[in-house]
């Protein structure tokens, strides 16, 4: 195999018959020219993506140790998660982390507002993230906040086989925090994001949304509905205000037996936040 370009010192382009490639590996690039050889015991990764022109590009524009810790943290993803990442990941996350570390540098941190909601969504992503930063750490001496880590969890999570669109999985997590405000605004009761309570609760209300857009719904008894409803009347009315907003402020509908499910989780939430006030301090 020759050299078709050299990218950087761990990247180049080969033509492989007839089709041209993106072969990665530690130092395949260093030294070496066009139609130079290939070791193929070099080659690390061998990318034939309809994006090859895309990473050509990147490779071309951004730091090489960026591009080589992206790398190392889609690996680390890869063996964590047991799972094989779409290849636009390579592309995705090394465009994102460079971004990110040059704003880093600048002073400039931008917050993510669907922290707590991706953290428990999410968790296995979140480690994920966690680590990412602190590898980060390591190799660049650039401190990088626990926001950051949420936004390499949503990365990984929609470069998943299954796990969505990044646009669509931004809108479901945005249309749970605004749901679970809701809860609390209705309430009035404050929510620690570590209670499990709460990661219940959010982990219901993404999958009701779930359920809603693929008309997978929960069934339940009408005797059982109107017994949560004369039970738990504050609840329901709460259960029944998220569904109000949900369908006023984004057309989404949900039907009332999942309202039930809903006000189950929030009387859970209210009765412990009513427990925790009441013990002794």
Same mark, same amino acid.
């Given at each position: 195999m020759k050299i078709a370009k050299v990218l950087n010192n761990n990247a180049v382009v080969i033509k492989d018959k007839g089709q041209e490639k993106i072969a990665i590996g530690s130092g395949i690039g260093f030294r070496k020219g066009k139609n130079d050889l290939v070791n193929p015991r070099k080659i690390e990764k061998l990318f034939v993506l309809k994006e090859n022109e895309k990473l050509q590009h990147l490779l071309l524009r951004i730091p090489e140790d960026h591009f080589v810790l992206s790398e190392e943290i889609i690996a680390y993803a890869e063996e964590q998660l047991n799972t094989k990442l779409n290849d636009h990941i390579h592309i995705a996350l090394t465009d994102h982390l460079t971004f990110a570390i040059e704003r880093e540098k600048k002073g400039i941190q931008l917050k993510n507002k669907l922290l707590y909601e991706i953290k428990t969504l999410y968790k296995k992503e979140f480690d994920i993230g966690l680590w990412a930063i602190q590898h980060i750490k390591e190799k660049l001496n650039v401190n990088m906040p626990v926001d950051e880590a949420a936004f390499i969890a949503l990365h990984i999570h929609t470069m998943k086989l299954h796990g969505g669109d990044w646009q669509e999985t931004v809108r479901q997590t945005t249309l749970v925090r605004d749901m679970v405000h809701t809860i609390k605004d209705f309430l009035?009761?404050?929510?620690?994001?570590?209670?499990?309570?709460? @990661?219940? *609760?959010?982990?219901?209300? $993404?999958f009701s949304l779930t359920r809603t857009?693929?008309?997978?719904?929960?069934?339940?008894?009408? @005797?059982? *509905?109107?017994?949560?409803? $004369?039970?738990?009347?504050?609840?329901y009315r709460c259960a029944a205000k998220v569904a109000k907003d949900l369908s006023s402020l984004h057309g989404i509908n949900l039907p009332e037996s999942e309202l039930g499910y809903i006000a189950l989780h929030i009387e859970r939430l209210r009765k412990m936040r009513d427990t925790e006030e009441e013990s002794p301090k």
């Open positions: 009035n009761i404050a929510v620690e994001e570590d209670d499990i309570s709460y @990661e219940r *609760l959010i982990t219901h209300l $993404r857009k693929q008309s997978k719904l929960h069934t339940m008894d009408k @005797e059982m *509905l109107k017994m949560i409803r $004369r039970k738990y009347p504050l609840s």
